[in-house]
């Protein structure tokens, strides 16, 4: 996918109205997946929340960018693996400190 610097979504963080999001469920991660579509260019992404509630400080979200075919073949349970495939994605959350980073791999869930 390429990345497209003009849209509000491009930077990783959604927020406000002009998003649209599916939630898919719990993985065995116990972490929280979600498609999110932005309704400005209407690309689609992956948001998979993690959180150890014994660790101050761990919640963290990853945004990945997903191809339009992706749609129907993310589930719960291969949001992770389909994360670690992506080329990138944003990660961010408490447990970045606020910030926004770009990472690739799979996702670091420990604690
Ligand atoms: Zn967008």
């Not at 509630?53 to 389909?82: C, K």
């Amino acid at each position: 996918m390429e990345e497209d610097s003009g849209c509000s979504c491009s930077g990783g963080k959604f927020g406000g109205d002009g998003f649209e999001e599916t939630y898919l469920g719990m993985d065995n991660r116990f972490g929280e997946v979600s498609l999110i579509r932005c309704k400005r260019c209407q690309r689609l992404w992956l948001h998979y929340y993690y959180v150890n509630e014994a660790f101050t400080g761990s919640g963290r979200w990853y945004h990945g960018l997903l191809a339009p075919e992706m749609e129907n073949s993310v589930t719960a349970d291969n949001a992770l693996e389909i994360l670690s495939k992506l080329a990138w994605y944003w990660c961010g959350g408490s447990w970045y400190h606020g910030s926004v980073v770009k990472e690739k791999g799979p996702p670091n869930l420990f604690p």
